[in-house]
């Protein structure tokens, strides 16, 4: 009998290659509507003035100035900074931390992982409601509460972010770790290396691909962070400046949009599309300098 003769694969992807636009055509569709539209019409309103789309009017740059000399955006911004790097060097230490404790064959690993990743499961509002009410709890005991001192605040927020965050990091670094070759580790016990030795001149170095996508995460969700700042304090406690203007001093950058959006004030929204902007430049920034620098560090096996 004669065998029959297979088509080649080239023939075979010609048919796929002729329909492409057949399965990517909607992707790009809903990108395009969902993404790449609703952004350019964002950079166009933040140099008008308007309170509905239909009547916007163009202005300049005034809503960039106005942006710019808004004392309580930047308190935000510099509260965000401080915020963000806090959480960023706790969430990864202690996340890798508790991952390589996970992966030393201790028993109950898969136990413990699963409670720490829980947190990461329930959404940033009703953290903030129930953090809100264990903090005020203890506080109450001392006569205060986490909305009447700016400090109570920020640990709160760093609290809430890393208990939420760290299982979520844990899982990355466990993949990571579980990734080091083996005869990298085992030629370092050879050699008499300690520990820590192993730990920082071959595990962590072969660990730094995990270390750059937790790093650029937490960095990330630490500028955007928005549902607990609204929850938690709400930006509270105020503070009154010289001229009589009420600051949030808990208030971070993406509450403070969103409070300037939905300001009495008239032309607020411009405004606060403009800080949006600023918002996106300096996140995407950061984040796309972050993974340059990290990237470097990373060992090609």
């Not at 400090?151 to 990571?176: D, N, P, R, V």
């Not at 549902?227 to 930006?235: E, F, I, K, S």
């Amino acid at each position: 009998m004669k065998k029959k003769k297979h088509a080649p694969s080239s023939a075979l992807s010609r048919p796929l290659r002729k329909w492409w636009w057949l399965f990517m055509g909607p992707v790009v569709a809903a990108f395009i509507i969902g993404f790449v539209w609703p952004f350019i019409q964002g950079i166009y309103l933040s140099f008008c003035q308007f309170r509905l789309i239909s009547d916007a009017k163009f202005t300049g740059v005034s809503n960039y100035v106005k942006a710019f000399n808004d004392a309580s955006f930047r308190h935000a911004f510099w509260y965000t900074a401080l915020f963000a790097v806090v959480s960023l060097v706790l969430i990864n230490v202690l996340a890798f931390a508790v991952a390589y404790a996970l992966t030393q064959g201790i028993k109950g690993s898969n136990l413990f992982r699963t409670v720490f990743f829980m947190p990461n499961l329930i959404g940033g509002i009703v953290l903030g409601y129930i953090w809100s009410m264990i903090f005020d709890g203890i506080l109450s005991r001392y006569g205060t509460s986490i909305l009447l001192q700016t400090k109570y605040g920020f640990w709160g927020l760093i609290i809430l972010m890393c208990w939420q965050q760290i299982g979520y990091m844990m899982i990355i670094y466990i993949a990571g770790l579980q990734s080091v070759p083996e005869d990298m580790l085992e030629a370092a016990r050879i050699d008499g290396a300690s520990k820590s030795q192993t730990l920082f001149r071959v595990t962590i170095p072969n660990v730094m691909p995990s270390i750059t996508i937790c790093t650029f995460l937490s960095l990330t969700n630490g500028f955007k962070l928005f549902d607990q700042n609204l929850a938690l304090t709400a930006g509270q406690p105020f503070q009154i400046q010289a001229g009589g203007t009420a600051i949030k001093t808990t208030e971070m950058l993406a509450l403070n949009i969103y409070n300037t959006f939905y300001g009495q004030t008239s032309g607020s929204q411009g405004v606060a599309q403009a800080k949006a902007v600023i918002f996106f430049v300096l996140v995407a920034g950061l984040g796309l300098a972050q993974l340059a620098y990290t990237r470097k560090k990373e060992v090609q096996q």
